[in-house]
């Protein structure tokens, strides 16, 4: 993996924490349990974004996140 690929995987990875964490939200929520699960899952989404916005000399558009996040995806599989 390049500098750059980095930045991708954890971009890709934040934004999977992210999703991770509506849907803690969502159940912990419906259950009436505490929120502590969907705040370590937006603290870990939050860190994974601001690591690869601040390593991507570029920077990342809103079009742009599908094809990087496959291209993440195919570069940690193989």
Known sequence: MTYSA???AAFTMGMIFFCLAVVS????YAHGRSLRGAAI???LG???LTY???TNPAGYEFADAPRLMMRA????IG
């Not at 939200?25 to 912990?28: E, Q, R, T, Y």
């Open 6 to 8: 980095y930045a991708d």
């Open 73 to 76: 995806i195919m570069g940690l």
């Open 52 to 54: 690869a916005l601040h």
């Open 46 to 48: 939050g860190i994974g």
């Open 25 to 28: 939200l969502v159940s912990s």
């Open 41 to 43: 899952w937006t603290v």
